[in-house]
Nanobody, 115 residues
Framework: QVQLVESGGGWVQPGGSLTLSCAAS????????MSWHRQAPGKERELVAG???????RYAESVKGRFTVSRDKAKNTVTLQMNNLNTEDTAVYYC?????????WGPGTQVNVSS
């Protein structure tokens, strides 16, 4: 069973930066895609950023220019560098990994942006 574990969440002031990391274990296969999603209180979970296949990257409009996603396919890890954070970025951030048609999710890590 594939397991994903996120790390790097925490509290930061507006304008600050955080780096989230996610590592997958329990598989000898390379994940076809890895991505970050977030869910704020009272809102639906949304895609933040992801990397598909050989490096195609996607970003939510709200984070373009501020967040950078990168992955190491060989290690099945994905990182999200978040800069210039604002209060609307407060959410639980989840890592997702895909193998074939199966999706696997991490338990999430909390990011709080406040002064």
């Amino acid at each position: 069973q594939v397991q994903l574990v996120e790390s790097g969440g925490g509290w930061v002031q507006p304008g600050g930066s955080l780096t989230l990391s996610c590592a997958a274990s329990g598989t000898r296969f390379r994940l076809a895609a890895m991505s970050w999603h977030r869910q704020a209180p009272g809102k639906e979970r949304e895609l933040v950023a992801g990397v598909i296949g050989d490096g195609i990257k996607r970003y939510a409009e709200s984070v373009k220019g501020r967040f950078t996603v990168s992955r190491d396919k060989a290690k099945n890890t994905v990182t999200l560098q978040m800069n210039n954070l604002n209060t609307e970025d407060t959410a639980v951030y989840y890592c997702r990994g895909t193998i074939s048609t199966s999706d696997f999710w991490g338990p999430g890590t909390q990011v709080n942006v406040s002064s």
